[in-house]
């Protein structure tokens, strides 16, 4: 029986979308592009996904989002006779400043995770520097116990010793809510768990980017698993369980 094809971007070795190193402003044929790109099995969702850009306050953003991208980089003199070379040049919070200014916006939410209360801290005193009004909320707000979402407390990460301490449960929801009803003008997403980022974005009526991610282990870089799945201390992950057993 023979597969049916879906959109598979990441096991793509043409990749004609971004034709880098082809000379001349007109895109590769679309005939080059394998069997699996979504330009050839979803040509109608992506007219109407481009025909959105088409309002000018999307069209506007996109523009500025553009602009600022390649404001992160810079070209340089390599030393190889009258060779430039490109190079990166900013940090991702200089770049949130940046487009937060391009977009004339002035109200600034940080969504964070209690964790991360010093970093927190640091991102709220850099956007007041910078000119912003800030507000923020932390993910434990409301102190609503754990027990009210059904989590016993051997679940807890209290674990055995659950019952002798108050966990109150993380309140990504409040904190989305929260920052729609002060009307900030963008959110920022500092940290939070797994799943609990997935419920703020949900509820999340602005615009808004992410300026960390929660990995306990690499320090907020989870990236660093996928850099280090060759090696032996994580290639079990890219191991399949079913074949084990």
């Known amino acids: 029986m023979e597969k049916e094809l879906k959109p ?13 190193n082809k000379i001349g402003t007109e895109p590769p044929s679309i005939e080059e592009a394998p069997a699996v ?22 069209k506007e953003f996109a523009r500025l989002a553009s602009i600022q ?18 190079r990166t040049k900013i940090p991702r919070v200089e770049e949130t400043i940046q487009f937060a200014h391009k977009m004339g916006y002035h109200k600034i939410g940080i969504a964070f995770c209690i964790g991360l209360g010093n970093e927190a801290r640091i991102l709220d005193k850099m956007l ?5 009004q800030v507000v923020s909320v932390n993910c434990k707000v409301g102190r609503v116990d754990k027990e009210k979402i059904g989590v016993k407390r051997k679940e807890m990460i209290g674990g055995p010793k659950g019952t002798l301490y108050y966990e109150s449960m993380c309140n990504p929801i409040a904190q989305a809510e929260i920052l729609n009803s002060e009307g900030v003008d963008l959110a920022i997403l500092l940290g939070l768990c797994v799943g609990h980022d ?18 306990r282990v ?22 399949n369980p079913a074949e084990k057993s």
């Not at 991208?69 to 070379?85: H, I, K, M, S």
């Not at 949900?202 to 990995?215: E, F, H, S």
Request: charged share 20%; hydrophobic share 35%.
């Open 8 to 20: 598979m971007c990441a096991k793509c070795v043409t990749r004609i979308c971004n034709p880098h």
């Open 37 to 58: 790109c979504p330009m050839k099995l979803n040509p109608d969702v992506i007219n109407k996904a481009v025909a959105e850009y088409e309002r000018k306050d999307i």
């Open 69 to 86: 991208e390649a404001q992160c980089y810079e070209w340089v003199p390599t030393g190889v006779q009258d060779r430039l070379g490109i």
């Open 128 to 132: 007041e520097n910078h000119g912003f």
């Open 198 to 215: 997935s419920q703020f974005i949900r509820y999340c009526k602005v615009p808004m980017t992410v300026l960390a991610v929660k990995d």
């Open 218 to 239: 690499f320090g907020h870089n989870p990236v660093a698993a996928l850099y280090l799945s060759a090696t032996p201390y994580y290639g079990r992950l890219m191991t």
